[in-house]
């Protein structure tokens, strides 16, 4: 718990929280994303944009590419991260930083981890995005249910060892490559 609102300590930090922000982003990257997200919009698609910055040059920009590929999970973070990867010929992206014109997806907020990216820059919030019909809070409150609560149940289906066997045979494996 910090200051409560209102408290100069508090405004303290926000000013110096701005600070380190205004450091460290670089709003020509975001204002790139931003540009994706329109000129995707005007060619068909959803209204998303990204793009991953690497000592300070863009390596991959990724569009929404749900609707021209009929593919779920083409949202921008994840294209990006697939073009980063297909570039640097690695699955994780140590160094590199993401900016996106939109607070991230919860699928992509996943992705992003498991690239190891560095650091997140989002311009429109998930509440701003839910005003034109991108409702991505909801998917945010749909993990904090217990899984058998959610709209899409999850169940469990105890397996006994069977369920472990794929583990085992991935701990007994000497050269897996780890990720
Ligand atoms: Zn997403």
Redesign the pocket.
């Known amino acids: 718990m910090g200051p409560p609102p209102g408290n100069p300590l508090h405004v303290q930090r926000i000013e110096m929280h701005l600070q380190i922000i205004i450091r460290l982003v670089n709003p020509a990257f975001l204002e790139r994303a931003i540009a994706l997200a329109i000129e995707n919009v005007l060619a068909g698609g959803g209204p998303?944009g990204a793009v991953i910055v690497r000592d300070g040059k863009i390596l991959a920009e990724g569009v929404?590419m749900v609707i021209s590929t009929n593919d779920p999970?083409a949202?921008?973070?994840?294209t990006a991260i697939r073009n980063a990867s297909r570039a640097l010929n690695a699955f994780h992206m140590p160094g590199c930083e993401i900016y996106s014109s939109c607070e991230?997806?919860?699928?992509?907020?996943g992705?992003i981890y498991w690239a190891h990216l560095d650091r997140v820059y989002f311009a429109a919030t998930q509440q701003e995005a839910s005003q034109s019909e991108f409702d991505?809070t909801f998917i945010y409150r749909q993990i904090a249910l217990p899984p058998e609560s959610r709209l899409i149940p999850m169940i469990h289906v105890p397996s006994g060892g069977r369920a472990l066997a794929p583990f085992q045979a991935w701990m007994e494996k000497e050269d897996r490559i780890r990720y």
């Open positions: 998303f929404n999970t949202h921008a973070e994840v991230p997806c919860p699928m992509c907020l992705a991505d």
